[in-house]
């Protein structure tokens, strides 16, 4: 079974500029979460997605981040413009109908931005 | 707010020896739910094992089992003949039934040869 799937897994950009990370999660899989993992912290949930309808944004700094899943399978985590606190890792997760309630989280690899 | 404290940012161990982590929490709920998750170098992050709060027994998952006392608000992870693929970052996390996950800052766990 193929596992989540993001990319770029490097990005490094400059202050104000805009960066967008892309997210494949495993197959049937209906739930999708983006998490912000800064240096030296836990992971932190941006927003997550039942299929193509957002569950819970509300860490998420609607100012310059935006996220959206069309289809109801991947999704995109966009930041613009981006500021040097959004330095991170960015995390894309799913969970299948049968985890989703007991926290059973699917991860992939991450997204490490840079922002000079 | 639920919340996590890992109190031990970094430990290291010998290669088959035990070692044991540490959480604690907060929160007024009764039902719940308790992980540890790893994050090995670059990999990605994996659920290690998993406590429900209603169980009294401690779970266990080969080489690693919890130590959960709830009236402490305690969840601690041991790994008992530590091995090199240990190595990453462990994470606990609390979860409210069909809420999200929070997770506490980490410890870096490094197994040494």
């Known amino acids: 079974e193929a596992g989540v799937a993001q990319s770029p897994r490097y990005k490094i950009i400059e202050k104000r500029q805009s960066v967008a990370f892309w997210c494949n999660p495993i197959?049937?899989?209906?739930?999708l979460y983006w998490y912000q993992q800064i240096l030296g912290q836990g992971p932190k949930l941006l927003i997550q997605?039942?299929?193509?309808?957002?569950?819970?944004d509300s860490q998420l700094p609607k100012d310059r981040f935006s996220a959206e899943r069309l289809k109801g399978v991947d999704s995109t985590l966009k930041i613009q413009p981006a500021k040097l606190e959004d330095s991170a890792v960015y995390l894309c997760?799913?969970?299948?109908?049968?985890?989703?309630?007991?926290?059973?989280?699917?991860f992939g690899e991450g997204s490490r931005l840079t922002v000079l | 707010a639920q919340t996590v404290t890992q109190s031990q940012p970094e430990m290291s161990v010998q290669e088959a020896e035990t070692v044991t982590l540490s959480c604690t929490y907060d929160?007024?709920?009764?039902?719940?739910?308790l992980f540890w998750y790893k994050q090995p170098p670059s990999r990605q992050m994996i659920l290690v094992i998993r406590?429900?709060?209603?169980?009294?027994q401690n779970a266990t998952e080969n080489r690693f089992s919890v130590n959960f006392q709830k009236a402490a608000k305690s969840f601690s992870l041991k790994i008992s003949d530590s091995q090199l693929g240990d190595t990453a970052m462990y994470f606990c996390?609390?979860?409210?039934?069909?809420?999200?996950?929070?997770f506490g800052t980490g410890t870096r766990l490094t197994i040494i040869p």
């Open positions: 997760a799913s969970s299948s109908p049968g985890t989703v309630s007991t926290g059973e989280l699917f």
């Open positions: 197959s049937g899989h209906a739930t």
């Open positions: 997605f039942q299929n193509n309808g957002v569950v819970d």
């Open positions: 929160t007024s709920e009764n039902n719940y739910y």
């Open positions: 406590q429900e709060a209603y169980k009294q």
């Open positions: 996390a609390f979860m409210k039934v069909d809420e999200k996950l929070t």
